[in-house]
């Protein structure tokens, strides 16, 4: 499908060659009166906006040390961390959560069919990555509120670059990365690791990261792009599932590769790819002592044929997702137990297609697409459809209006996980959501800014219920969270940003943004977290030139969540307190608001960069996730040295 980038129109537009920006292949036309206007192929179904939100060439000078924390004061996305540098964190969109979230690398979907909180386990550090976007309402099956796109890019044609940093609670890293180009084609490759002690009991964490890509364009034989990464990250996870225990304990592993391919032929366009990713979780409740094992594949291919006539652009596409788990505790039972030490007990897999056609036509000052389809799930079958608007009625002014219908299967742990405290639900089916969102854009020098509102309905929303009483079967539970699709929930909300860039002067940026978000829950269930959004977001970030070569940046965050969570009450001694019957002592706590206020001053002469990192340096007290306590205070210093060849 084809995000429409238009800056002017004309009536003549006559292909001439093609570029390459980031993953998409984007065509130059020349124009009558010198305007530029293109189109690029969308990494999604539908003419949904690609919305830059991490911009390499500005973030660097940033206190942003991963991809994570890039999205982290963004309006539109929540980013909820369990534990220090990333070591765990749930993506989630405009009040939805980390299992309504798509996560890709370069336009490949590597979403989790697990569960949300491993799908942003990608193998690249925020170094390798040139820009972070945001994908706004993804139609069909695969993202119910959204997706990010990461795109990953040598910083220049041919180089090689190497990192050192070390700071507080035993934190190191260090990455070695490089680009080599070569007549057509490119290869860009980086390996790194990021260690730290923890910053309290049980908190510590390895991650180690591999990654290669590889490019070659002809303009005879197309556009071919593989990609290939390994990841090995290990947490200590006190309190991350179960607040009340301080001793779990987790490792995964992740592989993945895709190949993608494109090729123009006039007025006509072919791109297919396709893509694998497989991820071990073990995960421990006392540490050293494993309880759960789990081994998920997740397999995509897809395939798109455009063509350009007197009546527009027309693009016809259809993608096939397969999922298959081995756990020890989700699926069905198999005959008999597999992996090591027979750890994997249980299995399930399906398989998911969508079918659609779009068709988009450009105006001088209107531009329109509209998409349908058919989305076809082992749950049922539904349509797939969006309709997107724009008018331009100034000069670097845009104004947009779009539709959609979006839907996500349920995770495997939605319909398998049990435990003592909890209950699946094999009966659960796909939530479906109808979006609507008006977005207004303005950008002309050095200053862009934007209005943004969405409204969002989703039905049969999946979310843990907490039952005093519950019968499933002929098996009685009390005191348990079961997993349900209570009938419909809205999600609403507001969003403002403005920014301010100049190559010269003391301020080179200045970023301010807002957020708004409110929901309506049309039931009276007590749920685990889905009211837990965040209700407003305030950031403001600034980068000066002190001096030559010498940059100061800041950002400053305020952060106001919706919501509370049962705090567990212990002693002097920090035992738990508990009542007659056994049963832990609570109460509850509403989120409270905080601020945070990063810094990074960087030196830079010649090839050789250094940089002191200071993050949240007011010591604010704070938590995403309830009684999950994230870092104070925390202080590196890096260099970084880049070589290039000599021209």
Known sequence: MLSILTVAASTAVNPKDSILIDADTVYRYELDESLLSASRPSPVRGALNLITVYDRKFGMATPVQSFEAALRTLPAVDLRERG???????????????DQTMVMLNGINFTDARTGH?????????????????????????????????????????????????????????????????????????????????????????????????????????????????????????????????????????????????????????????????????????????????????????????????????????????????????????????GPGGCWKREDSRSVSNIYLSHSKNWKRFGADAMGGLSITPYGNSALWSIVLDYRPLEGLLIEAQSGQSSRLPTFTDLYYTSAAQVNNLDLVPEKALNYNLDISYGRGGFAAGLHGYFRDTRDRIAWVWRDHLTVGEKQYTSVWHSEQISRMHNYGVEADAAYRSAEGLLRELKLSYGYAGAELLSDLPLSSALDYMKHKASLSATAMLFRACTLSAICTFYDRFGSYNDYLRDDEGNLLRDESGAMLTRKVDFEPYCLLDLRLAYERGSVRYYLDATNISNTRYCDFGGLTMPGCWVNVGVVVTLQPKQ
């Open 118 to 338: 491993q799908s942003h386990s990608l193998p690249v550090d925020i170094e390798s990555v040139s820009s972070v976007s945001l994908v706004r309402d993804v139609p069909g099956t695969g993202a119910l509120s959204g997706a990010v796109n990461l795109a990953v890019r040598g910083i220049v044609p041919n180089y090689l670059r190497t990192e050192l940093s070390a700071g507080q609670f035993g934190y190191h890293y260090g990455s070695v990365s490089g680009a080599r180009t070569q007549g057509d084609g490119s290869v860009y490759a980086a390996l790194s690791f990021r260690n730290s002690d923890g910053y309290r009991h049980n908190t510590d964490c390895r991650n180690y990261n591999a990654y290669l890509r590889a490019e070659w364009n002809n303009a005879r034989a197309g556009y071919f792009d593989f990609q290939a990464g390994a990841q090995s990250r290990a947490f200590g996870s006190n309190g991350f599932y179960a607040a009340y225990n301080p001793d779990q304990y987790e490792a995964t592993r992740t592989y993945l590769a895709s190949l993608r391919y494109t090729r123009s032929l006039g007025s006509f366009g072919l791109s297919a790819n396709a893509s694998y990713r497989k991820n071990y979780d073990r995960y421990e409740w006392t540490r050293g002592t494993p309880s759960n094992n789990h081994n998920t594949d997740n397999a995509g291919a897809e395939f798109k044929a455009s063509l350009d006539w007197a009546a527009g652009h027309s693009v016809f596409g259809a993608d096939y997702s397969y999922n298959h788990i081995f756990s020890s505790n989700l699926g069905k039972p198999i005959d008999e137990p597999l």
């Open 84 to 98: 220090g540098k990333s070591s765990q964190a749930d993506i989630s969109i405009r009040g939805g959560s980390a």
